[in-house]
């Protein structure tokens, strides 16, 4: 029997960057990273990079690697900072405890959500979770007396045993435990069984079904993870700026959300923090620079990004860097035919 050859990508080349990224190196390459930045980027920016970077994969946990387009993650972001807020504000208690508490809220606002919409597939699934996501909207903003309506709850405190954290430069080592948790356990969760089975149901639901898994089940488990670990990106949001609003439940928030993911990558996981760094960094300097029209421009500037890298930013660098390995190594199928005995 003939030696087995190099796994390879679509592109043709090995994988390089997959395996990578999995690598200790790799991962306390990304760890110094979020530990310097706001010492390089301004740090209420750097907060919203790490918030929408654990949004982003929160996403991409149900799109890439499950494969249900949702437009409803809006609904446990805002959802996550009102409860969050009302933890904090009435409760007295720190904020890591309502932070929790507000991803616990998103995780059983997703149970009848997800039991509901799980059973639909493509289209229909975005669909159904927008329609969902905007009754969430409507009502936070009929319930004037507890969210705030259109002014929003303001003035959350952001205290820790005592200790004042508004400057954001403290808060953001405060927070950053978080997106870091958060972000081990959607890296953990993809890498695992329960990951496997998650990517072949995106890849063929019939044949997860006829292996004796419960698709429907194992769907409405993503989403509800998924939406956890995007209340857990709102609460710390809402903390972090000390205020939650109606903008924060809006249907727009998840889509800016899907277009991290498909900016950086679609499946890659590590994409959705790149696509939240370019967007709000992006964003950030068009504000500064005068722009009022901010979303026209990145929307143009998302449009020709995609054209141009159609696996996303993390995506086409790893088949690019897949592609020069296999040039170097052009002879390695000869040889190994060569040697096969006959």
Known sequence: MAPRRPVRTRGGGPVILSKLAGRPVLLAVGLVAA???????????????????????????????TGLLSFGHAAFWGGSAYATGLIALHSGLPFP???????????????PIGFLSVRLRGIYFAMVTLAFAQM????????????????GLQGIPRELFGLDLSDPFYFYYAGI???????????????????CVLMSIRDNPARARALGYSVDRFKL??????????????????????????????WTTSGEAVMMVVLGGIGTLWGGVIGAALIVELNDYLATAGFQETGIITGGIFILVVLLF??????????????????????????EKAETPA
């Open 35 to 65: 530990l310097a930045l706001p010492w390089f980027v301004y740090p209420p920016v750097a907060l919203d990079i790490a918030c929408w970077a654990l949004f982003a994969v929160a996403v991409d946990l149900l799109l890439g690697f």
């Open 97 to 111: 405890v309502a932070i929790l508490g507000g991803a616990a809220f998103a995780a059983l606002l997703a149970l």
């Open 136 to 151: 969430v909207y409507f009502v936070a903003n009929q319930w004037r007396d507890v969210t705030g309506g259109e002014n």
């Open 177 to 195: 435990p978080f997106v870091l948790a958060g972000l081990f356990v959607a890296w953990r969760i993809v890498r695992s069984p329960f990951g």
């Open 221 to 250: 488990l993503a989403f509800v993870l998924s939406a956890a670990l995007s209340g857990l990106a709102g609460g710390l949001f809402a903390i972090g700026h000390g205020f939650a609003s109606l903008q924060g439940v809006y």
């Open 310 to 335: 159609r696996r996303g930013v993390w995506g086409t660098a790893r088949d690019l860097l897949a592609g020069r390995t296999a040039r170097r190594r052009p002879a390695e199928p000869a040889r």
